[in-house]
């Protein structure tokens, strides 16, 4: 086990003219890491989350050393908690803003700065709750960037059905969905919502406009615990181990 626990993250600093500067994003780099190779890359949101109660780190260095999975960065971006509802929900104040912090400014950086693959099928949006929300409207918004999205029971309510709805053709979108089967009286800052429900109906939504998708509902509540759980399987999703 100790391999896994020794994870290599390098803390960054970027420069931005859209939210707060400079904003902190934690990269983990791979075992094995070398700048003479490419690499696809894990952007997610509630960075410090995902790397102390999700463990992504020692996650992806437990698929990466035992089971072939292709190596992959993964940035986690930082997030106030008194603005985090403002920046990732679709009706808030700050969440135009943070997206083109998000597609003009972290993008350019961290691919100038690490060798990353510019192809956006090499690019995962990984988000939960609202984490989720605003890791699918940078993908409706910035399709030539992002295609690919984990979602760990996204908050997907009103604003977000309506803009699926608006779109013609989502084929281009790989999106994997879980939401915790126990989710239907979830208390958030804007009232209480039944996640299953509208998680239920993105799915219909987005299917119907021949998006990829990857559905599941298991035992469980709006927690880590049951995320946590679920981050291996979502993993190998995106970076299927490599034939040899």
Same mark, same amino acid.
């Given at each position: 086990?100790?391999?896994?626990?020794?994870?290599?993250?390098?803390? *960054?600093?970027?420069?931005?003219?859209?939210?707060?500067?400079?904003?902190?994003?934690?990269?983990?780099?791979?075992?094995?890491?070398?700048?003479?190779?490419?690499?696809?890359?894990?952007?997610?949101?509630?960075?410090?989350?995902?790397?102390?109660?999700?463990?992504i780190a020692t996650i992806a260095n437990q698929l990466i050393l035992e089971e072939g999975v292709e190596p992959f960065l993964i940035a986690g971006v930082s997030?106030?908690?008194?603005?985090?509802?403002? *920046?990732?929900?679709?009706?808030?104040?700050?969440?135009?803003?943070?997206?083109?912090?998000?597609?003009?400014?972290?993008?350019?950086?961290? *691919?100038?700065?690490?060798?990353?693959?510019?192809?956006?099928?090499?690019?995962?949006?990984?988000?939960?709750?609202?984490?989720?929300?605003?890791?699918?409207?940078?993908?409706?918004?910035?399709? !030539?960037?992002?295609?690919?999205?984990?979602?760990?029971?996204? !908050?997907?309510?009103?604003?977000?059905?309506?803009?699926?709805?608006?779109?013609?053709?989502?084929?281009?979108?790989?999106?994997w969905m879980v939401v915790g089967q126990d989710e239907t009286q979830v208390e958030t800052n804007s009232g209480t919502f039944d996640f299953v429900y509208w998680?239920?109906?993105?799915?219909a939504h987005l299917e119907q406009r021949g998006a990829s998708l990857s559905y599941r509902e298991k035992p469980g509540t709006h927690v880590w615990g049951l995320?946590?759980?679920?981050?291996?399987?979502?993993?190998?999703?995106?970076?299927?181990?490599?034939?040899?």
């Amino acid at each position: 086990m100790s391999d896994y626990v020794k994870r290599t993250i390098v803390k *960054e600093e970027i420069p931005s003219q859209f939210v707060d500067s400079p904003r902190s994003v934690k990269v983990y780099l791979p075992p094995g890491y070398s700048e003479l190779l490419s690499y696809p890359i894990v952007y997610c949101q509630d960075g410090n989350d995902f790397f102390t109660m999700g463990r992504i780190a020692t996650i992806a260095n437990q698929l990466i050393l035992e089971e072939g999975v292709e190596p992959f960065l993964i940035a986690g971006v930082s997030v106030e908690r008194s603005k985090r509802t403002s *920046e990732y929900s679709p009706a808030g104040s700050r969440n135009q803003a943070y997206k083109r912090f998000f597609a003009e400014e972290l993008l350019p950086y961290l *691919e100038n700065r690490y060798p990353l693959r510019r192809d956006p099928s090499a690019r995962v949006l990984a988000g939960d709750s609202l984490g989720g929300t605003v890791s699918l409207h940078l993908a409706l918004d910035y399709p !030539a960037l992002f295609r690919q999205v984990l979602s760990l029971s996204g !908050a997907y309510f009103q604003p977000t059905q309506e803009q699926i709805s608006a779109q013609a053709d989502l084929s281009w979108l790989n999106i994997w969905m879980v939401v915790g089967q126990d989710e239907t009286q979830v208390e958030t800052n804007s009232g209480t919502f039944d996640f299953v429900y509208w998680n239920r109906l993105a799915k219909a939504h987005l299917e119907q406009r021949g998006a990829s998708l990857s559905y599941r509902e298991k035992p469980g509540t709006h927690v880590w615990g049951l995320w946590q759980k679920e981050l291996p399987d979502a993993l190998r999703h995106f970076f299927p181990a490599l034939q040899l």
